[in-house]
């Protein structure tokens, strides 16, 4: 490709990216009850925008439209400035279900991986990646992760997870998890089977309002269920943020009345210390590039509707201090608030999420 036909292909896609984002515009308006443009008809108008459409049509398009973004290798940067967990290894998202039970695992990037006559699970051997002799983890990179936001794998194979836990035992974010983990019920990616996963989520969207806890809310992949994540300014000792964790949960909840969290699963660090020939409990990262297509994986608003620009509310959401963490977990204890909502008998077991 010459220089010139590559003008005119960055031209092309600047164009595109300029008529999405004035169709979002559009709908902004139409949804404001704002007129615009001169001469409109409504019989003119998407199908979605008339007057006429069905409500539900409506709904869809407006949760599902997001402005896109070319990603780039600053993207892929900031991004990490943010989900900045292990990047000596990483998981990638199987690119089919498993038969048995319905749902996708991640899998442990290693160079090995699957080579006959080196890795054990080729040749049926039942073995830990982190006991395996022959362990040879792929370190995260750039690339990676914009393969993970640009999405081009229809499998969705090209989605990532990492550790939050680094090897000196701190962390950079803490996750609450809202989804299934009932190992009875089949259903890929571990999705809800009921409504209350939603009120749970808004009693602890309003708690982190109370407290001045700055969040971002990311719905899942499969559209029924949730992460509600906090970011910190510098790393923070995995049992300092756990500790935070629960105590926000249990001070909050005294604070909306809500009596438990059942779908709830478990905070991510998952451990307050990493585990002995382990990594710790694996996160999926949101902004997934396909699933974004659909108003998933994706941060979302309170009325639950997707931000249209994505990037923005990462730009928006403001770290926290470990001045502040441990300003409120002092003043929580003097209340005597120590306790958890949740089973922490279950915090060691290692899913991916």
């Known amino acids: 490709m010459d220089n010139k036909d590559k003008i005119i292909q960055e031209q092309r896609e600047e164009i595109r990216l300029l008529n999405e984002e004035i169709k979002c515009l559009q709908l902004l308006l139409s949804q404001a009850g704002i007129p615009y443009g001169k001469g409109i008809q409504e019989k003119e108008r998407p199908a979605a925008l008339q007057k006429d459409s069905v409500m539900s049509e409506t709904e869809t398009v407006r949760e599902q439209f997001i402005i896109p973004e070319t990603i780039t290798q600053k993207h892929a940067q900031y991004f990490y400035s943010f989900f900045k967990g292990r990047k000596d290894v990483y998981s990638k998202r199987a690119g089919k279900p498993n038969p048995k039970t319905g749902k996708t695992g991640y899998y442990t990037q290693c160079w090995n991986y699957w080579k006959p006559g080196i890795c054990p699970k080729y040749e049926k051997k039942k073995i830990k990646c982190a006991d395996c002799p022959e362990q040879h983890y792929k370190e995260l990179t750039g690339k990676v992760i914009m393969q993970h936001l640009t999405g081009a794998r229809e499998d969705c194979s090209d989605v990532i997870g990492v550790y939050p836990m680094l090897p000196d035992e701190t962390c950079n974010f803490l996750?609450?998890?809202?989804?299934?983990?009932?190992?009875?019920?089949?259903?890929?990616?571990?999705?809800?089977?009921?409504?209350?996963?939603?009120?749970?989520?808004?009693?602890?969207?309003?708690?982190?309002?109370?407290?001045?806890?700055?969040?971002?809310?990311?719905?899942?992949?499969?559209?029924?269920?949730?992460?509600?994540?906090?970011?910190?300014?510098?790393?923070?000792?995995?049992?300092?943020?756990?500790?935070?964790?629960?105590?926000?949960?249990?001070?909050?909840?005294?604070?909306?009345?809500?009596?438990?969290?059942?779908?709830?699963?478990?905070?991510?660090?998952?451990?307050?210390?990493?585990p002995v020939g382990g990594l710790g409990n694996l996160i999926a990262l949101p902004l997934q590039g396909q699933a974004l297509k659909k108003g998933n994986s994706a941060f979302i608003d309170q009325d639950w509707n997707v931000y249209p620009n994505q990037w923005q509310q990462l730009q928006n959401v403001k770290k926290l201090s470990k001045e502040f963490i441990d300003k409120k977990i002092n003043e929580w204890a003097e209340d005597g608030v120590l306790g958890a909502l949740s089973d922490l008998e279950n915090m060691d077991k290692e899913l991916p999420v």
């Open 175 to 274: 996750v609450f998890d809202f989804d299934n983990h009932d190992d009875t019920t089949n259903g890929d990616d571990y999705a809800n089977t009921d409504e209350l996963w939603r009120e749970e989520v808004n009693a602890l969207r309003e708690i982190c309002r109370i407290y001045g806890v700055d969040i971002l809310t990311e719905r899942f992949r499969s559209g029924r269920g949730a992460h509600i994540w906090m970011f910190f300014q510098e790393p923070v000792p995995a049992r300092t943020a756990r500790l935070f964790g629960t105590a926000l949960l249990t001070k909050g909840a005294e604070s909306v009345n809500q009596k438990s969290f059942r779908t709830y699963d478990r905070m991510l660090p998952a451990q307050d210390h990493m």
